[in-house]
């Protein structure tokens, strides 16, 4: 039978750190990892300070969180600090606090994830005045997202087209076909264009 080798700290934070380009998001992996493989359990500061971590950053990146969340976070990295009874968890506590100091967690707060992959904080959105209704973004949504009828030349009084943010998944495919650049990406709280 083949040994599964616990994953070390260190090459959880690297693998957060390759694949993801989002802080907040970069945190609640590396979190997820580190409860799933080499937190133990041995010691109360950082066994119940993960689990709480965990869910605070699940939090934030569903644009959830207050300001309470992020002192909660650096409370508990704190604890784990001073009281940790080994490496792993006092590293695990600097990797957050180090992920932290980039100031994006409290972005996050306000509605924007400047990298946009905590998803929960964008949508994506037709501007009426640039849609020709051509129906491409129609095509390319393989969720029905998308409401709205193709232009025919004949025919007037056609709306622009919409789409429908309860179907959305954001994967962003609608924004590649569009002709107009009419489709573009705002924070859902400002509802200003954080890009396209
Ligand atoms: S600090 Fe170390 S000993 Fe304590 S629960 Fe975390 S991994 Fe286990
Ligand atoms: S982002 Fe994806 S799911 Fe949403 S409307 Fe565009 S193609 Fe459809
Ligand atoms: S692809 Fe662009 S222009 Fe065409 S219907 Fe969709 S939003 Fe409108």
């Known amino acids: 039978m083949t040994e599964v080798k616990e994953k070390k700290v260190e090459d959880i934070k690297k693998e957060a750190e390759e694949n993801i380009k989002c802080p907040v998001n970069k945190a609640l992996y590396y979190i997820r990892e580190f409860l799933a493989g080499p937190m133990c359990g041995k010691c109360f500061p950082c066994e119940m300070g993960t689990y709480e971590m965990a ?14 969340d992020i002192l909660s976070i650096k409370r508990i990295a704190a604890n784990m600090i001073e009281a940790s009874m080994c490496k792993k968890g006092k590293d695990t506590a600097k990797f957050i606090m180090e992920w932290m100091d980039a100031g994006v967690f409290h972005e996050h707060i306000s509605g924007r994830c400047p990298s946009r992959e905590c998803k929960a904080v964008i ?7 640039q849609c020709i209704m051509c129906g491409e973004c129609q095509d390319a949504c393989e969720y029905n997202a998308i409401v709205g009828e193709k ?14 943010q309860k179907r959305c998944v954001k994967c962003g495919d609608c924004v590649f ?6 489709i573009v990406i705002v924070d859902v709280k400002t509802k200003e264009t954080v890009g396209v």
């Open 55 to 68: 869910i605070r950053l699940q939090n934030i990146v569903e644009g959830m969180a207050t300001e309470i």
């Open 123 to 129: 949508e994506y959105i037709i501007i009426p005045e």
């Open 151 to 164: 232009k025919k030349p004949f025919l007037s009084g056609y709306a622009p087209f919409e789409i429908r």
């Open 177 to 182: 076909v569009c002709p107009t650049e009419a």
